[in-house]
């Protein structure tokens, strides 16, 4: 018991802050005074983490041995997100449909609206028209892109075996160091956090929201526990479920009290380094995942679209829902790495579909999408570490997680197919 409490009391601590927060919420009215101190923690995290996610992708792409590998990372990453975030949104779509999110009478009409640009989407969310633009929380996609070409520009000026490579490394293993002491301030943060958040949104939970509200939370913890273990067990064979659990709680903890996936890129780090994933697939999958593993955010989508059309008396039809969703969901990709971040995705969605109802229609998604924030990224982060074993079966051969667990050294893939045409 001694060595358990040892190994995992900041774990415990950040849930003890989480407790503590929501109590002192629905507690005291005042509580939200109490908002600096999780700002705090999130301002210094943010700080640390923006210059992270470039260094750390840029670096495990240029210290790769081979730019095929790197490709291939990403190529599996980018189709895992895309596998998961569709399933996740299936589900939802499908619970939806038999249990009605709004089931009173249409409040507003809905009114005409103008189709978006799918050019300015693609430009807006890939690129910056000025590089200090890439320096920030905002801008975590864009500047993911930029990280990807240059470690790319790296790896054709030689690779790991250059000084540029070397430095990208050392800069990163720093920058993790640092976010390791702003960490130990995490549960005070996690404190002031909550009880602001319950201060000022506890009573929403009993309103007319609650349908939708309850529905969510359900879905998103029943989500973890099925598909989780499902992918993680397909990612890495015979006993990884059982080693997803050991450390799946701990990015959970983090992703809900902070409610920002990028905040909880060096904990899923450290979770998996103590599995055993790869480095290159943790420096490539994490990072992107901040950004591009959408499965509590498409599930979001999917509730906000149907509150919305039912309150303003639209069919929640195929062809209508599905576009509203796309819209949401890509929407909120730019931003998903920053609290409340979402309403990005929201404003959109409304301006497309309730242009002339926008006063009424945003309020009401903003409110559900904040309400719902803190398991919706508890889904999106917590997926990252368990989508790292999809990617690892795919690039360091299935059996990767055995092999890790009886102490050898999993040979990537590719290496493997490279010796075995060398054999014959």
């Not at 590089?131 to 801008?139: A, N, V």
């Not at 404190?191 to 939970?205: K, P, Q, R």
């Not at 701990?250 to 780090?269: E, K, L, Q, Y």
Request: net charge neutral.
């Amino acid at each position: 018991m001694k060595n358990f409490l040892k190994n995992n009391w900041f774990f415990f601590s950040m849930i003890l802050g989480i407790v503590l927060g929501i109590i002192v919420g629905f507690a005291w009215p005042g509580a939200t005074a109490l908002e600096p101190l999780g700002t705090l923690f999130i301002n210094m995290m943010f700080c640390v983490v923006v210059p992270m996610v470039f260094f750390s992708i840029s670096s495990s792409i240029a210290n790769m041995k081979s730019a095929k590998r790197a490709g291939k990372l990403m190529g599996t990453t980018v189709i895992t997100f895309m596998c998961t975030t569709i399933i996740a949104s299936v589900l939802m779509y499908v619970l939806v449909r038999f249990i009605p999110i709004y089931t009173g009478e249409p409040a507003f009409e809905p009114g005409a609206s103008e189709p978006m640009s799918a050019g300015d989407m693609i430009v807006g969310f890939f690129t910056k028209p000025d590089f200090p633009d890439l320096w920030s929380r905002r801008s975590i996609l864009q500047l993911i892109v930029a990280g990807i070409f240059f470690g790319f520009g790296v790896q054709m000026c030689g690779g790991r075996e250059t000084r540029v490579a070397k430095l990208l490394s050392e800069i990163t293993n720093v920058l993790m160091k640092v976010i390791k002491l702003i960490s130990f301030y995490a549960p005070i943060g996690f404190f002031g956090f909550f009880a602001s958040l319950v201060a000022t949104h506890g009573a929403d939970f009993v309103s007319s929201y609650a349908r939708a509200i309850i529905l969510y939370y359900v879905v998103a913890f029943a989500y973890m526990f099925i598909f989780f273990p499902i992918y993680s067990r397909f990612g890495g064979g015979k006993g990884a479920v059982k080693v997803m659990f050991k450390h799946l709680f701990r990015p959970a903890a983090v992703a809900f009290g902070t409610c920002s996936s990028v905040a909880t890129i060096p904990t899923n780090m450290e979770v998996s380094e103590d599995t055993g994933i790869s480095k290159d697939v943790t420096d490539i999958v994490l990072p992107m995942g901040a950004t591009m593993n959408m499965d509590g955010s498409g599930m979001s989508a999917i509730i906000k679209v149907a509150f919305l059309f039912g309150m303003f008396g639209k069919n929640f039809a195929t062809t209508d829902a599905l576009l509203a969703i796309i819209v949401a969901t890509v929407s909120s990709v730019a931003m998903s790495g920053i609290p409340g971040g979402g309403g990005t995705g929201e404003l959109v969605l409304c301006s497309l579909f309730f242009p002339e109802q926008l006063a009424v229609a945003f309020p009401i998604a903003q409110a559900i999408g904040d309400l719902v924030d803190p398991p919706a990224t508890m889904v999106n982060a917590a997926g990252d570490y368990v989508a790292s074993y999809v990617v690892s079966r795919f690039n360091d051969g299935k059996d990767w997680l055995q092999k890790k667990l009886r102490g050898e050294t999993a040979a990537p893939a590719d290496d493997q197919a490279d010796a075995a045409q060398t054999d014959d």
